[in-house]
């Protein structure tokens, strides 16, 4: 894994001027540079655009908890004080973490705003900067549109009155997708040529995410997504896009499973097979597992590989490094005392352990289709394998995906990947239908299909497509927008609210408008139905 921020050091009074934590920053350090300062230095806009992505780490901190949290994937341990409200859809609105996940997104924006402002400015060479900018400014829109629904676009950096915030209201949510398109339309143009980088946005990201908001919006532009999609899978040689997926006259023996005509030949068994593909998809994640195989299933254990993080596979990640340092804070932290770090996970949330023994227990819903007999690849490589005991039914079965054991880890954030753009491309041509026999989204439906072992299909449903997403991306925080963006959030949470004693309503999919945003702006800002 790269470290892209290591000089993000010499702009620190540039962050500090856009976060709430100067007691944790160094302001006397005489490499500091003004924000006119650096402007004028020769790669100022470099090191502006890694404040962006660095910025950026703090988002998913605590996205699990307002996303998959609040899905039938995962429950919270009952004593993991006020995140079974999350998961039990009774969140308040003076929740910290639905105050910090907005504050993380608008601080990013605004990053990228700086350099939005002042792109006339960017010299010839670092155009590609400006595209980053609009790009990681349509991300996080598109981030709060999907958890608010109804928010303020913020184009611009904006002076801290209330004259220039009366400026930018809630905007209905077709708005929002209006403007998060534009965007990453613009970011594209910008990122024409550019070399591809898994850790930077780039014109593949771009194309593939304005495809997913077309998705995701009210009326869904499937024509569009569709030919965007198309144009990236039709050359994804060129992208250096693809599956990690071993074929399996490739695939290595475990075991001698001699051939009953002749004793001499091992033959490979399907479990064998499996077993490859597990390896695989746990390699996605820059996972790897320790040696071990026996009676058809690998023993070892995961542990994080740096070197495996930047696969073909993965279109645009979010980079960690697990590092020493005595200045770090966690995803639990306050609003004031949050710093950009490599030296935190993503989510303390998701890891094996999590607060109290975990957020991120399977629920017994989820185990129903994510077992090693219905998914005998991707339950090895998602699940914890030594925690799954379907005979007890209150057992904590834990995710397997980011293996780190404690709150400091470096399991790379994955923002997009490969299988979500072929299984989007299936969505776009469905166009909201009920099946599909168009070749084309048969063909990118049964690639993820093979990868995880299972049998190709003639003839693709809807939810044939739902439930193929739930198994390959959990853990990934994409189960409940994929609901809402099939139009089955409320019949199946509702289900999953009565069967479990919960509090969904249909309002609930959305989190509540941060109360603080409220207070700050009284009269301006609308509470959301339902809280």
Not at 22 to 33: K, M
Not at 147 to 163: C, G, H, M, R, S
Not at 169 to 176: F, G, I, N, R, T
Not at 225 to 240: D, G, K, M, Q, W
Request: glycine share 4%; charged share 20%; with cysteine.
């Amino acid at each position: 894994m790269r470290n892209i921020y290591k000089n993000i050091i010499v702009c620190l009074s540039f962050i500090a001027l856009f976060t709430s934590c100067e007691t944790e920053l160094d302001l006397s350090n005489p490499t500091a540079l003004s924000i006119e300062e650096l402007l004028q230095t020769d790669n100022g806009f470099v090191l502006l655009s890694n404040g962006v992505l660095d910025a950026y780490q703090k988002v998913p901190a605590n996205e699990f908890l307002l996303t998959e949290l609040r899905s039938d994937n995962v429950r919270a341990n009952s004593e993991n004080g006020n995140y079974p409200a999350f998961n039990a859809y009774n969140v308040d609105p003076n929740n910290g973490d639905v105050a910090t996940y907005y504050s993380n997104n608008m601080h990013t924006i605004k990053h990228a705003n700086t350099i939005i402002d002042n792109r006339f400015l960017v010299p010839e060479d670092q155009q590609y900067v400006v595209g980053e900018a609009y790009f990681m400014r349509a991300l996080c829109h598109f981030n709060l549109v999907r958890a608010y629904q109804n928010v303020p676009y913020i184009d611009k950096v904006l002076d801290i009155t209330l004259e220039e915030a009366l400026d930018y209201p809630q905007l209905p949510e077709s708005e929002v997708y209006e403007k998060v398109v534009a965007d990453f339309n613009t970011s594209i143009a910008y990122l024409e040529g550019v070399e591809q980088n898994r850790y930077r946005p780039s014109k593949g990201a771009a194309i593939c995410l304005t495809a997913k908001a077309y998705l995701s919006q009210p009326s869904p532009n499937y024509a569009e997504a569709e030919l965007l999609l198309a144009s990236v899978i039709e050359n994804s040689s060129s992208y250096n896009y693809n599956l990690i997926y071993t074929e399996r006259d490739n695939a290595s023996q475990f075991e001698f499973n001699p051939d009953i005509d002749d004793p001499t030949i091992d033959l490979l068994t399907d479990a064998e097979y499996w077993a490859n593909l597990v390896i695989d998809y746990g390699e996605v994640f820059g996972n790897e597992i320790s040696d071990g195989y026996s009676d058809g299933v690998l023993e070892g254990s995961w542990s994080n590989n740096s070197g495996l993080e930047k696969n073909n596979e993965v279109i645009f990640s979010i980079a960690y490094d697990l590092v020493s340092s005595d200045n770090y804070v966690t995803s639990d932290s306050g609003l004031d005392d949050q710093v950009e770090t490599d030296s935190e996970s993503h989510s303390f949330a998701m890891t094996l352990q999590g607060p109290s023994n975990g957020v991120n227990i399977a629920t017994l819903d989820f185990l129903d289709v994510m077992n090693p007999e219905l998914q005998p690849v991707r339950f090895y490589a998602s699940i914890d394998a030594l925690s799954y005991n379907p005979t007890v039914l209150t057992n904590d079965t834990f995710n397997a995906k980011f293996p780190t054991e404690g709150e400091i880890g470096d399991n790379d954030w994955i923002v997009l990947r490969y299988a979500d753009v072929l299984l989007l491309y299936a969505e776009a041509i469905l166009a909201g239908g009920d099946s599909t026999t168009d070749i084309r989204a048969i063909d990118a439906f049964n690639q993820v299909r093979a990868r995880a072992g299972l049998e190709e299909i003639a003839n693709l449903t809807k939810q044939e497509l739902l439930d193929e997403r739930r198994v390959e991306f959990v853990y990934e925080n994409q189960r409940l927008y994929d609901l809402v963006r099939f139009g089955q959030a409320d019949e199946v949470l509702t289900k999953y609210s009565n069967d479990n004693s919960l509090f969904y309503t249909p309002e609930k999919k959305y989190l509540p408008f941060p109360q603080r945003e409220i207070d700050n702006l009284p009269n301006f800002y609308k509470q959301n139905n339902g809280y």
